[in-house]
């Protein structure tokens, strides 16, 4: 099976503009969440959706978005981009081997903001 | 809430030492907990995936133990190699969270040739 895929690998955008990430988890996965990796924070959980409904969401501003699709594919928005919002953006595919529940995630997407 | 600390923030060992990371997390309700290896810029790679109900997990020259009771896990790497070098998190998974993770800060690892 192909892994996770996320696009733009990279992405450089100034303060104010906003961006969208996408994600297509490993087939046949129908659950996806998004994660922001910063030096100072680590790793914080942002949403994850299952079967186009979101089912968690974490501490982050409403400026924080995210959808899927019937496909399962996730994308997630920031708006109005701070500085403070340059970060790895992971997204994980969740699967259930052998029943249980287990996180594959995708290489990230490094968002810069000038 | 949960938190996951992990000791140290970072390790420098010689090439063909045995080593251990640690986890330890403060609320004992736990699913699971997941061992991940991160090289610099990457994503993360999944090493080993410990079910509240074991006590331990192998995966070649990796063994991942858990204790629930006291909050703690250990990643034990046996003769390092240098391509062991990176950053090893470890998250858990608790109930009432859907699916959502809660990571440590990580372990950077280095193994000297």
């Known amino acids: 099976k192909a892994g996770v895929t996320q696009t733009p690998r990279y992405l450089i955008k100034t303060r104010g503009q906003q961006v969208t990430l996408s994600c297509s988890p490993i087939s046949g996965h129908r659950s996806v969440s998004w994660y922001q990796q910063t030096p100072g924070q680590g790793l914080q959980f942002l949403f994850e959706y299952f079967s186009e409904t979101q089912r968690n969401k974490g501490n982050f501003p409403g400026r924080f978005s995210g959808r899927q699709f019937s496909n399962s594919r996730s994308e997630m928005n920031v708006s109005t981009l701070e500085l403070g919002d340059s970060a790895l953006y992971l997204c994980?595919?969740?699967?259930?081997?052998?029943?249980?529940?287990?996180?594959?995630f995708g290489p990230g997407t490094r968002l810069t903001v000038l | 809430k949960q938190e996951v600390t992990q000791i140290p923030a970072a390790l420098s060992v010689p090439e063909g030492e045995n080593l251990v990371l640690n986890c330890s997390f403060t609320?004992?309700?736990?699913?699971?907990l997941q061992w991940f290896r991160q090289d610099p810029g990457k994503g993360l790679t999944s090493l080993l995936l410990i079910q509240s109900s074991q006590r331990e997990q192998t995966s070649g020259r990796l063994n991942a133990s858990l204790d629930k009771s006291s909050g703690r896990s250990t990643l034990y790497i046996a003769a390092s190699q240098p391509g062991d070098s990176a950053t090893y998190l470890c998250?858990?998974?608790?109930?009432?969270?859907?699916?959502?993770?809660?990571f440590g800060s990580g372990t950077q690892l280095t193994v000297l040739p």
């Open positions: 998250a858990v998974r608790v109930p009432g969270s859907a699916r959502q993770l809660t």
């Open positions: 994980a595919s969740i699967g259930y081997p052998g029943g249980k529940v287990k996180q594959f």
């Open positions: 609320d004992s309700a736990i699913y699971n």
